[in-house]
C-alpha cells in the first residue's frame, strides 16, 4: 500500500484517481472479443470466395468508382 501511496503522490494524484486510472489502463490491454471467437468469425470468412485484386488494380477500380 505505500508503495501505491508513493506512486500517486509521485504523480499529484490521490490513491483513489490513480487506482482509477490503473483498473481503466487494465481494462484497455484486456481484449474485447475472446480469442476463440475471433478464430471462428475468421474461419467462417475464409469458406467464401470474394473477389480480389492486387493493390494497384483495386486503386485503379476505386478511383475509376469515384469518376462515374
Same mark, same amino acid.
Given at each position: ?20 486510472? +490503473?483498473? &481503466? ?9 475472446? +480469442? ?8 467462417? +470468412? +475464409?469458406? @467464401? ?14 478511383? &475509376?468508382? @469515384?469518376?462515374?
Amino acid at each position: 500500500m505505500e508503495e501505491i501511496r508513493r506512486v500517486a503522490r509521485q504523480r499529484r494524484l490521490s490513491v483513489g484517481e490513480w487506482v482509477r486510472q +490503473a483498473l &481503466r489502463a487494465a481494462r484497455h490491454q484486456e481484449p474485447v472479443v475472446e +480469442a476463440h471467437r475471433k478464430l471462428a468469425a475468421i474461419r467462417e +470468412a +475464409a469458406q @467464401y470466395s470474394f473477389p480480389t485484386a492486387d493493390i494497384p488494380e483495386m486503386l485503379a477500380e476505386v478511383e &475509376r468508382g @469515384y469518376q462515374e
